[in-house]
């Protein structure tokens, strides 16, 4: 069993659409991060949210932590292809006084001209 | 340029041949750990270090090994390779404690066991 699951695993909408990621876990987070992946590279850090409810943005892109801090939802407004990639959360635990990351499956995003 | 290099990038080989994939980063970071990632389960942790000759399992460390002789190398054993262990990999590095614990990857190693 995944510990933070992130859906949908696969979108593909067209260029100018809006979409929203999600990332839900029974497991409350210290911090929660959202990573973008380009094929043939690694995953690349876009936003962290710290505090229950806190939203980011980034352009076009809206972060979200859940009250509880064990969600979050990435919010893309009128998508462009340029935002085709894999979209990786991770959240982070404290276990026995070690850090810990877990990742999401992630969200394979598609945007069709 | 601050950046973690992994070598090789691709690699192909056959079931029990012994082989090393290595990790360098340049941040003088003191935390460094091993990804594998594999479709439909995103990426799941192999082996993390807090500093140097200190090493701890992680999710998935079964027929893996490292070691942290240095703080900027990592590198990632495996000893007898199966065609289960085909995947691609990622080696990150970071600091916890300052900022919000930013992982930086590698550009990963496609490895094939045959």
């Known amino acids: 069993t995944q510990l933070l699951e992130q859906s949908p695993q696969f979108l593909s909408i067209q260029e100018g659409e809006n979409l929203t990621v999600y990332c839900n876990s029974s497991?409350?987070?210290?911090?929660l991060q959202w990573y973008r992946q380009e094929p043939g590279e690694g995953p690349v850090l876009l936003v962290t949210?710290?505090?229950?409810?806190e939203v980011k943005k980034l352009k076009r892109l809206t972060f979200q932590f859940g009250d509880a801090r064990k969600d979050s939802s990435l919010h893309i407004t009128a998508a462009q292809p340029g935002d085709t990639g894999l979209y990786l959360c991770a959240g982070l635990l404290l276990i026995q006084g070690a850090q810990k990351l877990v990742f999401g499956q992630g969200t394979r995003l598609t945007i069709n001209p | 340029e601050a950046q973690v290099t992994q070598n090789p990038r691709y690699l192909i080989t056959v079931t029990g041949k012994k082989l090393t994939v290595t990790c360098s980063q340049n941040?003088?970071?003191?935390?460094m750990s091993w990804y594998r990632q594999d479709p439909g389960l995103g990426l799941r942790q192999i082996y993390y270090?807090?500093?140097?000759?200190?090493?701890d399992k992680g999710d998935v460390p079964e027929g893996y090994k490292v070691s942290r002789k240095e703080k900027r190398n990592f590198p990632l054993i495996l000893e007898s390779p199966s065609p289960n262990q085909t995947s691609l990999y990622f080696c990150a590095s970071s600091r916890p404690g300052q900022g919000n614990n930013e992982q930086f990857f590698g550009p990963g190693t496609r490895l094939t066991v045959l």
């Open positions: 949210v710290v505090t229950g409810g």
């Open positions: 497991s409350v987070f210290s911090s």
């Open positions: 941040m003088n970071h003191e935390y």
């Open positions: 270090s807090m500093n140097v000759e200190v090493t």
